[in-house]
């Protein structure tokens, strides 16, 4: 992951050139990673817009082929890459880093990035899948909708190099992708778990309109939410919950 990396000034959004290029008749190699220092129209979960100050954060997008994931186990593919790139941020940011469900990267209780995974499912398998990973490393001010967001820079209080810590993002994401392919999915599952925000703590959500109490129990093999609620597990997928703080 990363051998051929596509540096662009700037770029729409890094997913729609992944697949605008793959619909060109080009064969794009696996693990190829566009970079772009500054995205007009970055998308976010939710059809939400991605904004990033440009040149000070990375905004990336990379191309696996997941061939060996069934379309319904797609989730793990999203575990495997959360836990690359926790892996490559852990070594500077230490334990309060945390993956939110499903696929947020958390310091303590703030945003520092996320990602949008895209699936071309084709004949019954994961053609293609597209990658997109936006992290706050050294912005310094955020608009008022950024919300809970936070970046390196405001906690370790100095630059980082951009292609350093995206090489070591691909590294890491090469290795769990690879312990995935090699059919370690009960490693990659509970390692996930054991990253997981809020895992085991009572804390508010939001659910077709109201708000309640609960407990973060299980991320289910198929990405499903597990929260306790009054003494039963219920299960979520991401557009049926949202977290309240
Ligand atoms: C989220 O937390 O809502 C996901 C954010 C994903 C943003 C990245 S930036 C690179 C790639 N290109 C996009 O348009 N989005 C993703």
Redesign the pocket.
């Known amino acids: 992951v990363g051998q051929n990396l596509v540096t662009l000034k700037e770029v729409d ?4 050139f992944l697949k605008s290029i793959l619909s060109n008749s080009k064969p794009v190699p696996d693990g190829t990673v566009i970079m772009a220092e500054s ?1 007009y129209a ?5 059809q ?1 817009t ?1 904004h ?1 100050q440009p040149g000070k954060n990375l ?3 990379l191309l696996l082929k997941p061939h060996f994931i069934s379309p319904t186990q797609q989730f793990d593919l999203t575990r495997a890459v959360s836990l690359g790139v926790y892996d490559a941020l852990q070594p500077l940011l230490g334990d309060d880093l945390k993956i939110k469900w499903p696929n ?1 990267i958390y310091f303590g209780n703030r945003k520092l ?4 995974i895209e699936n071309m499912i084709q004949g019954g398998q994961i053609k293609n899948a597209i990658v ?3 992290l706050n490393i050294n912005q310094d001010n955020y608009p008022e909708s950024a919300g809970s967001a936070i970046s390196v820079k405001q906690i370790l209080q100095r630059d980082y190099d951009l292609k350093d810590i995206l090489s070591e993002i691909c590294s890491h994401i090469e290795g769990w992708y690879l312990k995935l392919k090699a059919g370690k999915t009960d490693l990659v599952r509970s390692t996930y778990l054991s990253r997981l925000y809020r895992l085991n703590e009572a804390s508010e959500y939001r659910s077709n309109w109201e708000t309640f109490t609960g407990t973060i129990k299980n991320v289910v093999d198929n990405g499903l939410l597990v929260v306790e609620r009054n003494g039963t597990e219920e299960q979520y997928n991401l557009k049926e919950i949202e977290f309240l703080n």
């Open positions: 959004s890094t997913n729609n995205q970055g998308r976010g979960q939710h939400n991605w990033a905004t990336f997008s947020d990035g996320g990602m949008l997109g990973i936006g």
